[in-house]
């Protein structure tokens, strides 16, 4: 069992910055491939970026490519995602997530253990 908590969330304006992390508790954090999602208002939950356990994998959706960046600590027992030049279309509530089995890691059906999310406004 692992639970997540999402922090980092906020109001932003376009082109700015803002760094999420997500902390884990629970056994064996570190073998788990780790993900972060986003759900639009009024959309379904997106793949953003996702993190193999040692951290040499790592995978971004083409609409974040260039300016997300995901990392992992295990010795924290957390993932972190550094968003850059953000856009008003990043707006969303981001949930990051662990992995169980082999799933596709952009599919959400692949992923066991969820966070409650972290609301991310960026205004124009």
């Known amino acids: 069992q692992v639970q997540l908590v999402e922090s980092g969330g906020g109001l932003v304006q376009a082109g700015g910055s803002l760094r999420l992390s997500c902390a884990a508790s629970?056994?064996?954090?570190?073998?788990?491939?780790m993900g972060w999602f986003r759900r639009a208002p009024g959309k379904e939950r997106n793949f953003v970026a996702a993190?193999?356990?040692?951290?040499?994998?790592?995978y971004y959706a083409d609409s974040v490519k260039g300016r997300f960046t995901i990392s992992r600590d295990n010795a924290k027992n957390t993932v972190y995602l550094q968003m850059n030049s953000l856009k008003p279309e990043d707006t969303a509530i981001y949930y990051c997530?662990?992995?169980?089995?082999?799933?596709?890691?952009?599919?959400?059906?692949?992923?066991?253990?969820w966070g409650q999310g972290t609301q991310v406004t960026v205004s124009s």
């Open positions: 997530a662990a992995r169980t089995g082999t799933g596709l890691m952009e599919v959400p059906a692949s992923y066991a253990y």
């Open positions: 993190i193999s356990w040692s951290g040499s994998r790592i």
């Open positions: 629970g056994r064996s954090f570190g073998s788990y491939f």
